[in-house]
């Protein structure tokens, strides 16, 4: 008879307490009760939230945080004249409020961090490639303050991982679309391995030691892994799409939205494949995200027009027990 190492690849950990964040599928034996337990997840659902207070979208909006601890930034307004933004709105899980600008106007920029410790990094000063910007700022939770410029001015990279342990890849460059990756260390910003296929109007989430890339222009279905150092393939998504958002970990990961053809297509990572899962309210693409994947938003984005909508994704989580004697 097999046992559950040569089943599964790994032997059941022996923990006191629940591990967190817990993935679907995981088995663990709780000394503290004396239980063997399952972690489950059902099905996501999206829920309308509080609309934003400036709408816009089309340019990347700049986000961080979690569905209760968020900040979204820049992106751009119809105008006229059509113009990026600097406008800062604070999301608490039910309300957005206003912030402090950001001090230089920017769309399709690329942010990591958290709600009090955040950084905005490249993106464009103005409605056209010639004013991309190698700039970055932090955010301390009510202002920003002018960082470090990237070695590679840029616009449509995005943004993963913490202010002292961050990073930004892909994106536009005066080259075209490129597969930079560029870390930060809360001082200094330090080049590392190119992703292995060169994009722009990605998604992507997760940490500098864990990072997740997924999808982009022209609506492809390529997904790739970092690992502090470089970029590994993984497996593909099951609907290709660009300016699409993307919310968890390189373990248990959410894309969402995007474009060419517009879509609400949801879909799950388990560190190994890509899921369908339940839809969005609304197709749109270019949201601001915040959250992981078991508790994610998008806000903001283009439906065509240009939105202030918010929806919230939540997955319900269950633990089965097992008692033993």
């Known amino acids: 008879m097999s046992d559950y190492k040569t089943l599964k690849g790994q032997t059941i950990k022996i923990l006191g307490a629940d591990p967190s964040p817990a993935y679907e599928g995981q088995v663990w034996f709780d ?18 939230g509080e ?16 569905q209760t601890a968020s900040f979204i930034v820049g992106g751009d307004v119809a105008g006229p004249p059509r113009a990026a933004v600097g406008n800062t709105e604070e999301y608490d899980g039910t309300d957005w409020s206003e912030s402090g600008d950001v001090n230089q106007v920017i769309w399709f920029g690329g942010a990591f961090g958290t709600q009090t410790a955040g950084v905005s990094a490249g993106g464009e000063t103005d409605i056209g490639a010639t004013y991309r910007t190698a700039g970055s700022e ?9 960082g470090e410029d990237m070695g590679t001015a840029r616009y449509s990279n995005i943004g993963a991982g913490t202010l002292t342990a961050g990073m930004v890849f892909g994106g536009h460059s005066s080259g075209g679309a490129g597969g930079l990756t560029e870390e930060y260390d809360g ?23 864990a990072g997740l890339c997924m999808g ?19 497996n593909d998504l099951n609907t290709g799409r660009k300016a699409l958002s993307g919310a968890g ?15 609400a297509s949801t ?22 995200v915040g959250g992981t994947a078991l508790a994610a938003f998008g806000a903001g984005g283009k439906v065509p027009s240009r939105s202030a909508l ?13 008692t033993v004697s």
């Open 31 to 48: 000394t503290a009760d004396n239980v063997l337990n399952v972690h489950t997840l059902g099905a996501g659902t999206w829920a309308n």
């Open 51 to 66: 609309n934003i207070n400036t709408t816009r979208g089309d340019g990347q909006l700049g986000s961080v945080g979690t």
């Open 138 to 146: 932090e955010y301390n939770g009510t202002g920003w303050t002018e």
């Open 187 to 209: 001082t200094d910003w330090t080049e590392s391995g190119d992703l292995n296929t060169a994009r722009t109007y990605q998604a992507g989430c997760g940490t500098i030691t």
């Open 216 to 234: 982009g222009h022209p609506a492809i279905t390529t997904s790739e892994e970092y690992n502090g150092t470089g970029w590994t393939e993984g």
């Open 249 to 263: 970990t390189q373990t248990v990961g959410l894309a969402f939205g995007g474009n060419n053809p517009l879509t």
């Open 267 to 288: 879909e799950e990572y388990n560190g190994t494949s890509w899921v369908a899962a339940n839809n969005m309210g609304t197709a749109r693409y270019g949201m601001g």
């Open 310 to 322: 918010t929806e919230e994704y939540t997955v319900a989580t269950a633990t089965e027990t097992v």
